[in-house]
Nanobody, 121 residues
């Protein structure tokens, strides 16, 4: 079972990035997918999650109205569109798979390695 996040990079404040989470080794559309972010020395913080069908989404208050999570089960990907990025959004972004939708890291069984997002002028 593997998850791989991609799409991170350096962007100026107010800019946009689109992260993708690709899977291999399991039936993707049986799992809810979440995005978390982590700063060095800190716990993982919930960002957004989407149900296996794509019909339900959840967001952290800090990203509501700026980030959008979506999925394409035919392509085995979940995307996180991030707009109006702020320096506080700088972190390592990780995607994870769970049988239980929600914002708790312990809900998630499988984790990818993450992609680094840096928001700076």
């Amino acid at each position: 079972v593997q998850l791989q996040a991609s799409g991170g990079g350096l962007v100026q404040p107010g800019g946009s990035l689109r992260l993708s989470c690709a899977r291999s080794g399991f039936v993707y559309d049986d799992y809810d997918i979440g995005w978390f972010r982590q700063d060095p020395g800190k716990e993982r913080a919930f960002v957004a999650a989407i149900s296996w069908s794509g019909s339900t989404t959840e967001y952290a208050d800090s990203v509501k109205g700026r980030f959008t999570i979506s999925r394409d089960n035919a392509k085995n990907t979940v995307n996180l569109q991030m707009n109006n990025l702020k320096p506080d959004d700088t972190a390592l972004y990780l995607c994870a798979a769970s049988k239980r939708l929600g914002g708790k890291a312990y809900f998630y069984d499988y984790w990818g390695k993450g992609t680094l997002v840096t928001v700076s002028s």
